[in-house]
């Protein structure tokens, strides 16, 4: 059936049966990480297609990083492919797994995480919490004893969407917000409905670290999108959109993490208007808008799509509740439908517990009041962390909100050797190639201000910049 | 390559790519519900291919309810094909999405929810719940600014797992057990770890239907095996794993839903062996062993395996806490190791807050207490559900625990028109078709007897006789 194939009645093009084909093997282990694959001419004749199709088959391999070319001599399979290869010891045969690289950084024990970009416990007011938690039970005795809708709870929904609407100017009801636990089972339910085996999606390089390995393990192929202080090239994504007609571009524009580039409002109107003409969807991660050390930042895209095309996540967890676990997506219907029939089965609505706390202590006033003092907290955290390495010659962008510093390191930098010795000295930090969608940014590091007190990061900072003077030769300890 | 894909070079069988070929027209809405399907002669010329291919196809379509066969005429798309179609103005094409047949139900605002197999809140101690609430607070003063570890509380999994050594003889460590977010989100992350696209899966007929949902959202390819009071055909089930090489079998041996019926232990212990010797995984879903009404019911299937074949899933939400969304999965590392992975994209671990407080609430000496009333009562309800329905001629099972009773209604009993009928009266049931993997079983509907109280039972159930009286001719009213 050579001629269909080719021709395409298949729903599959021939190049990409052989992608899948080359995949399939991989997966079943009969081609082991770091083995060498048959050259394009031998599997050409082998499953007897076109020498072009293998390489175009090979290109992409390499391209979503299953493969890797060793000094020209042929493709090897990559042995950080995320496809997990059964042992044979193992009653299992996986489908595909992917691992999240950065949760195996935060199971890392250290005394000093730099590698996690969340709240410090102790900056929260964790003894007024109590008080709301009892006001919850008085106002509804048998929460524990009642399930959530897959949706969420009414009440939540309105006073969300009462306060997007006064604040960033949403035209929105209720039905279209979905409460999720975290953001990220929301760039997960997303990505399980829209993304589809080879589908492309758009990520900004550098980016989320989690959200690579989610489209990644959809099967998604990956296009970089550079972000810089100034936000994007807009004339290179709408060629990006226009030649892989991508499924949807995940893009978190504010306080963008790991850098904390903020991108301009009229680049954000631009951006809705070639979603819309190139049919593109844009999920925008909003998760710490509030933490702001200036003025507020830009609305959301959200508040320019008129057709549908945004779809917006907003977490609260990082500087509210971390162990409620709160997030929710503002979507239209459309796509809103499947995102709850997704929900469904994922686990059938998020507890009722957590959503009715959240509600009762985010919109309280003290809540509110609150904010203000975080922001001035970890505005002087940020001050701490630069004075703490204006000596070291390293760059980095000072970002005017959010947890990180996107610190570039000399060139010369080992960064195995580095995150080996700092995790020796109880340190941890995120190595930009994990946050890269083609793991390069092998020289930069990200830092965060938010988690430890003025004191451990102190500490941690000296013993690091100790450890890099060590590994790293003196004469070159300035930023190359 | 036809001679290369039929003598499977390639890693599918060519009837299998005919399969993915219909199912892929079939979901970009090229062939829409409803639609005749080309002839089996039609497509074999189309794709050049043998007509028994096709037929193969088509077979394996039928079995998986993506199509189906009007009186001999041909094959048709069936409309509630889990494929989603999108439509023209909808900015989403869709990968695979697959409703919630009970969530759709539940959904549904009714005074008298037969439906809902879920404990009556004003069973909890509701008023008892707030101290352990508070008693939390006062232990972690600090739990809402804590996320949890993917893998979910070490203290709350070292307390399962010396519960389950003591009363199920597990041998267990903390790292053989994951927290989820209710059973719903551990079925679905073993199915995403395990299933891949027609993977066969062994289901009970009848099941728990969202079980259906999920493994058919991953393309599964299921086979029932039909459950009975006295347990399974076990010469058929070895009969199946030899022929079928299933992945795995997902069962709820005790109290099943829906039929209440408890597989005995011999047949357990049986189980565990042809799980080992055919390397069919087990899925032992089991979430209301503690609502026995006489003795205790046999141990769990896991007491029995030594060699990693069952995947025990326990929850807590239905009796214990729904708005605590906590259950816990036991099973051993070569399949945690997959787990682990993907919860961590999935949600990046369960809320600490509702770990703690089901932690301090499960294991106190007042939970422990309750439970035994908690018997009684179910017991109570039970009785008064049977009681209510002894004039009709019905036939069911009677459970000696759970929630449901599964009741066989006359032959004639038109199903759509009683369920229409019951919701216009404000009552709502399981129709057993969708408990059904075959979505037969038209007669057999699933009453829960766990929801409502004493006098919304007797009121709901004298309307519900009332409407079947108005649409089974009279003389059908006794059960055929």
Not at 139 to 155: A, H, N
């Amino acid at each position: 059936m050579k001629k269909e194939i080719s021709s395409g009645t298949l729903s599959e093009k021939l190049f990409e049966q052989v992608y899948d084909y080359v995949l399939e093997r991989i997966r079943r282990g009969e081609w082991k990480a770091d083995e060498k694959l048959p050259s394009v001419r031998q599997l050409a004749v082998e499953l007897n297609v076109h020498r072009l199709t293998v390489f175009k088959a090979y290109q992409l391999l390499k391209q979503n990083q299953h493969v890797y070319v060793k000094d020209k001599s042929g493709y090897y399979v990559q042995s950080s492919s995320m496809l997990q290869v059964a042992r044979q010891d193992d009653p299992i045969v996986s489908a595909y797994v992917h691992k999240s690289h950065l949760s195996e950084i935060h199971q890392v024990q250290a005394a000093y995480q730099f590698s996690i970009a969340l709240l410090d416990p102790n900056l929260l007011p964790n003894l007024y919490f109590s008080e709301y938690v009892k006001k919850v039970f008085d106002l509804y005795p048998k929460v524990l004893g009642t399930y959530s809708t897959t949706q969420g709870d009414l009440e939540l929904r309105e006073a969300l969407c009462h306060y997007f609407t006064k604040h960033y100017r949403f035209f929105l009801s209720p039905s279209e917000l979905l409460i999720t636990s975290g953001s990220q089972e929301a760039i997960d339910l997303i990505a399980r409905v829209l993304i589809k085996n080879r589908d492309v999606v758009l990520l900004e390089r550098p980016t989320y670290s989690p959200a690579i390995d989610v489209f990644r393990r959809q099967g998604a192929t990956t296009i970089s999108v550079e972000i810089h202080p100034y936000g994007y090239d807009l004339e290179e994504v709408e060629r990006l959109m226009q030649q892989h007609k991508p499924r949807l571009f995940y893009l978190n524009p504010t306080f963008h993490n790991p850098t904390g580039y903020v991108v301009p409002a009229k680049q954000r109107k631009r951006l809705v208007e070639l979603a819309e003409k190139y049919h593109c969807l844009l999920v925008e991660d909003d998760p710490c808008r509030d933490i702001y050390f200036e003025e507020e930042p830009p609305l959301p895209l959200f508040s320019y799509d008129t057709a549908g095309y945004v779809i917006y996540i907003r977490s609260f967890s990082k500087y509210i509740a971390p162990g409620l676990s709160i997030a929710t997506v503002a979507c239209r219907p459309a796509c809103m439908n499947y995102l709850l029939k997704a929900k469904s089965l994922a686990d059938s609505g998020s507890p009722l517990l957590n959503q009715k706390i959240f509600l009762h202590y985010f919109f309280s006033e003290r809540m509110q009041q609150h904010l203000a003092k975080l922001r001035t907290a970890l505005a002087m955290r940020k001050e701490l962390m630069e004075a703490e390495l204006s000596g070291t010659g390293w760059e980095w962008y000072s970002p005017t909100g959010g947890f990180n510093l996107w610190i570039k390191l000399p060139v010369s930098t080992p960064m195995d050797t580095l995150l080996s010795k700092s995790i020796e000295q109880s340190i941890t930090f995120v190595p930009g190639s994990i946050c890269d969608p083609v793991r390069e940014l092998t020289t930069w590091i990200r830092m965060s201000y938010s988690f430890l007190n003025d004191q451990q990061m102190r500490e941690g900072l000296k013993r690091f910049i100790q450890v890099t003077k060590e590994i790293v030769p003196h004469d070159k300890c300035g930023s190359a």
